[in-house]
């Protein structure tokens, strides 16, 4: 038996999960936020502002789950098996 503390599988999906949902609802809750702002300051309270900052807030955090959840697919990113030593 190994002495080293292996996480489970399901808790490390757990925790992609969490910092996935949260990442959305901050993100976008910012784009949301900037689009208000923006729309009331800039653009004569039009809806157009609004929609576009929240659903770039959206896509920045679909971004960062495709990062979370498949490492292997991040340009310049490189996974090299070891060497088994004799």
């Given at each position: 038996?190994?002495?080293?503390?292996?996480?489970?599988?399901?808790?490390?999906?757990a925790q992609k999960w969490d910092r996935t949902i949260s990442n959305f609802v901050v993100k976008?809750?910012?784009?949301?936020?900037?689009?208000?702002?923006?729309?009331?300051?800039?653009?004569?309270?039009?809806?157009?502002?609004?929609?576009?900052?929240?659903?770039?807030?959206?896509?920045?955090?679909?971004?960062?789950?495709?990062?979370?959840?498949?490492?292997?697919?991040?340009?310049?990113?490189?996974?090299?098996?070891?060497?088994?030593?004799?």
């Open positions: 038996m190994s002495t080293e503390n292996k996480i489970p599988s399901e808790d490390i999906l976008t809750g910012l784009g949301l936020s900037a689009g208000i702002v923006a729309s009331a300051l800039l653009f004569k309270k039009r809806t157009w502002p609004i929609a576009i900052a929240t659903g770039w807030g959206f896509g920045v955090a679909y971004a960062d789950a495709q990062r979370i959840f498949h490492p292997a697919n991040i340009p310049g990113a490189k996974f090299e098996k070891e060497k088994p030593t004799a």
